[in-house]
């Protein structure tokens, strides 16, 4: 599968922001797809995930409340929306698919077999 985020931008803090991950073919749906960011000068780092089977969500301690994760199959696509955004979001964001993947592996990064290309989120103050 092939992916491709988009949607970032220069945003304020306390504003919101979509991310969109539009993923190629058929078998889309049988993919966890993850989010994660990588923030100036540091390593990337888990957001939020979303499995194949059930729909169930994950999310880092430091966006819990505040992110949704979700996903339409039927556009093959999956959304990040970012509510109440802080200058600690800022970074590249990358989607990534892992085919069935589990919950329990959502947060490794060797996980995922593909990875979109990224998209920058910038909040600032």
């Known amino acids: 599968v092939q992916l491709q985020a988009y949607g970032g931008g220069l945003v304020k803090t306390g504003d919101s922001l979509r991310l969109s991950c539009a993923g190629s073919?058929?078998?889309?749906?049988?993919?966890?797809i993850s989010w994660f960011r990588q923030p100036p000068g540091k390593e990337r780092e888990f957001v939020a995930a979303i499995t194949w089977s059930t729909g169930s969500t994950y999310y880092a301690d430091s966006v819990k409340g505040r992110f949704t994760i979700s996903r339409d199959n039927t556009k093959n696509t999956v959304y990040l929306q970012m509510n109440s955004l802080e200058s600690e979001d800022t970074g590249v964001y990358y989607c990534?698919?892992?085919?069935?993947?589990?919950?329990?592996?959502?947060?490794?990064?060797?996980?995922?077999?593909?990875w979109g290309q990224g998209t920058q989120v910038t909040v600032s103050s």
């Open positions: 990534a698919a892992e085919r069935y993947g589990s919950g329990s592996s959502v947060r490794g990064q060797s996980e995922y077999d593909y």
């Open positions: 073919g058929r078998s889309f749906s049988t993919y966890t």
